[in-house]
């Protein structure tokens, strides 16, 4: 019984102790975090010194030109790194290009062997080295000196040989890692990280970088129907069934019932929307009106200035506006309201879009 209390203790222990590291660790990166807000701080803190005023002011200067560089950049942004930077390196590169900054990942080691060759005269280099020592990124950083290639440096020390060398220099807070040992790049690389995306992102706000655009590089999966836009799923050209103003209800039937999407669009002779008939004003015409006729003119029946959307509106802007008028389909128009298309709340279900 009592070897079973010891056992049953010892786990205890063991647990409380792997909590214990877990929040240790958790709690230094988080705290490592905290200071990198002050970097982007427009206003100085009373209870800063001024000397660190001073850091972070120059610091705001060098970032927002670093953003506006690379905002313009002719070339590609060659992201680099060795060991754990490396692999923070190779997931901003992915990032930028996902939002707008054309990127790659070079691999300092690499890059000494012939990768060089990818880095031309109008790219910029982004280095990623928390000691700003690292012996790997020595060729690289010649070689962005001998062609005159901006070189930005991502470092916690500014008077390393990749700061003195670079053109611009992303100061980062020398942090205490988060491993107890003080050793594995854990804390450093948790900023770099999040740096790396402030960066990035302020970058995509700067190119004005859309949903629209976000989509062109995402067309995959999920993430890609979510960002799907009306033109892209919408009937249009001989798939669109239209009809002309004056025209008779048995004509918009006939459009309809041939296009098979329960509705036709009535058209002004110029092509601009005056209205939209349904199945459902059909069937409430036919119940209410005792003198219902095929042959009467569609300007009776339809509904007159219908919704509208615009092609480059996402899919979930369209169902919204499905959903909140208890409608099943859209029509899409152009500049001079001009019918182009019809969205129907299928088309939307076929692509996942529920």
């Keep these: 019984m009592g070897d079973s209390k010891k056992v049953g203790d010892s786990k205890t222990s063991t647990i409380q102790a792997d909590l214990a590291c877990a929040r240790s660790a958790v709690a230094t990166q988080a705290q490592a975090l905290s200071q990198l807000l002050p970097l982007f701080d427009e206003q100085d803190k009373e209870q800063n010194k001024e000397q660190d005023k001073e850091q972070d002011k120059e610091h705001g200067q060098v970032f927002s030109r670093v953003v506006g560089e690379l905002a313009t950049l002719q070339g590609r942004l060659i992201v680099t790194g060795m060991g754990k ?13 996902s939002t707008g900054t054309p990127a790659y990942f070079v691999h300092p080691a690499e890059a000494s062997h012939g990768d060089l060759g990818m880095i031309m005269r109008n790219d910029a280099v982004l280095a990623l080295s928390s000691s700003g ?16 290639i901006l070189l930005v440096a991502l470092t916690s020390q500014a008077e390393s040989a990749l700061g003195r060398e670079a053109d611009r220099v992303l100061l980062l807070p020398r942090v205490v890692e988060a491993c107890p040992l003080g ?3 854990t804390s450093s690389t948790t900023l770099a990280l999040v740096y790396g995306d402030a960066l990035a992102v302020t970058l995509l706000a700067r190119r004005h970088f859309t949903a629209q655009h976000f989509h062109r590089f995402h067309p995959g999966g999920k993430l890609g129907r979510a960002l799907l836009c009306a033109g892209e ?3 249009k050209g001989n798939a669109l069934p239209t009809v002309v103003r004056g025209c008779t209800m048995r004509e918009a039937l006939l459009q309809a019932n041939s296009k098979r999407l329960g509705s036709a669009v009535v058209c002004n002779k110029d092509g601009t929307l005056c209205g939209i008939v349904t199945d459902g004003d059909l069937r409430r015409w036919l119940t209410k009106d005792e003198g219902a006729s095929l042959e ?10 219908p919704q509208t959307i615009r092609e480059h509106n996402s899919i979930a802007e369209s169902l919204e506006a499905m959903n909140t008028r208890n409608i ?5 128009v152009d500049d001079a309201r ?3 298309g019809l969205l129907h709340l299928q088309d939307c279900l076929r692509a996942g879009q529920t």
């Design 85 to 97: 930077s490396g692999h923070i390196a190779r997931k901003l590169a992915a990032t930028f290009s």
């Design 133 to 148: 020592e690292t012996e790997e990124l020595g060729n690289l950083i010649a070689y962005t000196r001998r062609h005159k």
């Design 183 to 185: 050793l594995a790049p």
């Design 233 to 235: 799923l919408m009937h």
């Design 296 to 305: 009467m003119h569609v300007e009776k029946v339809m509904t007159e200035n």
């Design 328 to 332: 099943s389909a859209l029509v899409v």
């Design 338 to 340: 001009k019918a182009i």
